[in-house]
């Protein structure tokens, strides 16, 4: 197969297209403009275009020979008045119809139906990482003591609530009290702006988790290095991430940066955490 990637920001895209083509596979990048902000994927095949220009994406991608996809990095949804769509993208979103106005979860099951139906397989990047969504257990840093586990339950309460109304995968919880929830802004906003708002005491967990129902091929939550970095700099004593569902980008790396400052990082299957009383 010929893969294109569509490449949003973050280090991650590099990831997916570093192990692809270790696989041997073929790759055709498309730079999202304004996103896209790592220069080593314009060492591959590629093209660079803004996110309203989705037809002269799918026209390049076909013409390049691709027939599957990935989509991956880090993206906050444009305003309709910023998309200057061209006149594919304009049928594309009439089409969507009211998904354009949902959560972002709904926006994109809409866009990659439009997108097999153009000829394209969507690919997940997981599925190209390997082993980079861990089994449930401690995977790095002192296990979570009991005031740690009451915020990582509240924190899944908080997200199972959110999820109804298909809004965000993550929440920073100290000692009961939510500090944040994860909107348009992203984890590492969401994190810098709990760190503001810590109070005295215990340091506070990010709980982040797949949406039950969530579009795992291009939305499928992400942690890295960057991750520990910005929790640890908020304060935060812990990370708790949902097992199997949750890619780890540089595994190795983020798991040793945790260790090094003291962060436990626990991945965990929710229903199932809710119920124990005891330790993992």
Same mark, same amino acid.
């Not at 780890?248 to 990082?265: I, S, T």
């Given at each position: 197969m010929k893969l294109g990637l569509v490449a949003a920001g973050g280090p991650f895209p590099a990831k997916v297209a570093e192990a692809a083509v270790a696989a041997g596979h073929e790759i055709f990048v498309i730079c999202l403009r304004d996103f896209c902000d790592d220069p080593g994927l314009r060492a591959y095949p590629h093209l660079e275009e803004r996110i309203g220009a989705g037809g002269a994406i799918v026209q390049r991608m076909k013409a390049e020979g691709v027939t599957h996809l990935v989509l991956c990095g880090r993206a906050r949804r444009p305003s309709m008045n910023s998309l200057w769509p061209d006149a594919w993208m304009a049928r594309t979103i009439a089409r969507m119809g009211r998904a354009i106005f949902g959560g972002d979860d709904a926006v994109l099951r809409a866009g990659i139906a439009i997108l097999m139906e153009e000829g394209f397989e969507i690919v997940a990047p997981q599925s190209l990482l390997g082993a980079s969504t861990p089994q449930a257990g401690l995977l790095a840093g002192p296990a979570p003591d009991e005031q740690a586990r009451d915020d990582i339950r509240r924190g899944i309460t908080v997200l199972r609530a959110m999820a109804e109304v298909d809004v965000g995968q993550a929440v920073v919880v100290q000692q009961g009290l939510i500090l944040g929830v994860e909107a348009i802004e992203g984890t590492d906003a969401l994190l810098i702006r709990a760190g503001e708002l810590r109070r005295e005491g215990p340091g506070g967990v990010l709980v982040k988790l797949a949406k039950p129902g969530q579009e795992m091929r291009v939305d499928a939550p992400v942690v890295g290095p960057v991750t520990v970095e910005v929790a640890k700099a908020a304060g935060l004593r812990g990370i708790a991430i949902e097992a199997e569902r949750t890619i *780890? /980008? +540089?595994?190795? !790396?983020? *798991? +040793? !940066? !945790? +260790? !090094?400052?003291? *962060?436990? /990082?626990i991945a965990l299957q929710p229903e199932i955490f809710l119920n124990q009383n005891g330790e993992t």
């Open positions: *780890l /980008v +540089e595994q190795p !790396a983020m *798991l +040793e !940066a !945790a +260790e !090094a400052a003291g *962060l436990f /990082v």
